[in-house]
Each structure stands twice: as C-alpha cells, then as structure tokens.
C-alpha cells in the first residue's frame, strides 16, 4: 500500500525566515507528484507537479520554489517567507503516465507565518 | 477568474437524508471530474470521480451526476450520516492534462 508522509506537521515561521517542507511517498515506483496551497477555510490551489527525478513544472507562481531530489521526495521552499505564504501545504501524487488523474493527498502541513 | 464553481456553500441536512451538492465548470475541454472530502485539520480524500463520457457514477451512497451540454455535475450523499460532516470539492481536469482545478468547496452538516 502507498503511504504519503509530509514533515513537519506544522511550523511557525518569522516573515524573511527561510522554509523547507518535505513530502515522501512509498510503495509506488516513479509517481507524479504535486504540491498545492490552501488557505484557510478556502480552495486548493496547485503550485507545482513533477514527473520525474529532476524536473519540476511551476503551476502558479508564489514566490516559492520546487525539487525533486529522489523518485520518492518532493521539497517545497523558498529563502524569504511573506505573511501570504501562511495556510496548508499538500503534497499528493497520482499513478505514472496519468498527469492529474486520481491524485491522492498527504495529511499537509500547517504553516503560519507571523 | 473560478472555472468550477460549487453552490451551495454549507449545507445542513438531517441524518438519513440526501445531501446535493452542485458543480459547474466553464472549461469545454475538461474531461475528468473528481469530488474530495475533506475534514478540518486533514489533507482531501478522494471520494468518487467521473469521466466525461459518462452522464452518472454510483460508488455505495454516493452518486455523481454529469450533464456535458449544461457543463454541470452534482454529487448526491444518500442517506446521509454525521460522518459526512466535511468540506467536499468538486475539481476538474484540465483540457492539457496539467491541472486539477478546485471549486470553492460545500461545507456539509448532518444533524442526527
């Protein structure tokens, strides 16, 4: 079975401050893999999807920033946090060769941002 | 601009009804619907999903309902349960196949 885990669970962070989230999936070879931003009581938004090792594709720009290290790990970051970079961080992938189809979400990452 | 829009916002309907949620999108080109529960604090579950070449998906009590003309889908909860207290989004995909786009999201209440 897949599982999806995300670190840390939440964090609290200074505006300026630098940001590394983290997503890892196991037991699936090669998935697509993707992060979206959600606001408080609002809709996802998706910022970023990878395919593969390497290669990471911007969605929306917010002044962040996408790797994909390992087959396995997609790290979200950027150097210099902003008061709107506040809200829930997911991470979700979805099957090889099916960009979009059938994602299936992490538990997120809570991020304020004061 | 909302390409997939979802009325109502919140809904409340008792234990043992039928919950109907709304979606409608702009986008000819999408062709790939899913719906997402999703409660506080957690990441979305996908719930049930319908392809365009399709006009209905049933999967236990929930049931999606697709009109392509009308560019309108719906997602009915039969006999709905306080376990279905969520938000639930309808997304669609993209025409190129590189975006889930989300609606807003309906809040749903089940009072027993």
């Known amino acids: 079975a897949q599982t999806i885990h995300q670190w840390p669970v939440a964090e609290i962070k200074a505006v300026g401050s630098p940001l590394s989230l983290g997503c890892t999936i196991k037991?699936?070879?090669?998935?697509?893999l993707y992060w979206y931003w959600q606001a408080t009581g609002g809709t996802l938004q998706q910022l970023f999807y990878?395919?593969?090792?390497?290669?990471v594709e911007s969605v929306v720009q917010l002044n962040l920033s996408a790797s994909r290290p390992k087959d396995d790990q997609f790290i979200l970051s950027t150097e210099k946090l902003l008061l709107s970079h506040s809200g829930f961080y997911l991470c979700?992938?979805?099957?090889?060769?099916?960009?979009?189809?059938?994602?299936?979400f992490g538990p997120g990452t809570r991020l304020t941002v004061l | 601009q909302q390409q997939v829009r979802q009325s109502p916002q919140s809904l409340t309907v008792w234990e043992g009804e039928t919950a109907i949620l709304n979606c409608s999108y702009e986008?000819?080109?999408?062709?790939?619907f899913p719906w997402y529960q999703q409660f506080p604090g957690e990441g979305p579950a996908l719930l049930i999903s319908?392809?365009?070449?399709?006009d209905k998906k049933e999967d236990g009590r929930f049931t999606i309902f697709f009109n392509k003309r009308e560019k309108k889908l719906s997602l009915h909860i039969a006999d709905s349960q306080p376990g279905d207290s969520a938000t639930y989004f309808c997304?669609?995909?993209?025409?190129?196949?590189?975006?889930?786009?989300f609606g807003t999201g309906t809040t749903v209440s089940v009072s027993p």
């Open positions: 037991g699936k070879s090669s998935p697509n």
């Open positions: 990878s395919i593969t090792v390497g290669q």
């Open positions: 979700a992938w979805s099957p090889q060769g099916s960009l979009s189809y059938e994602q299936y």
């Open positions: 997304a669609a995909r993209g025409g190129g196949g590189r975006a889930l786009i």
């Open positions: 319908i392809l365009s070449v399709s």
């Open positions: 986008n000819s080109a999408f062709d790939y």
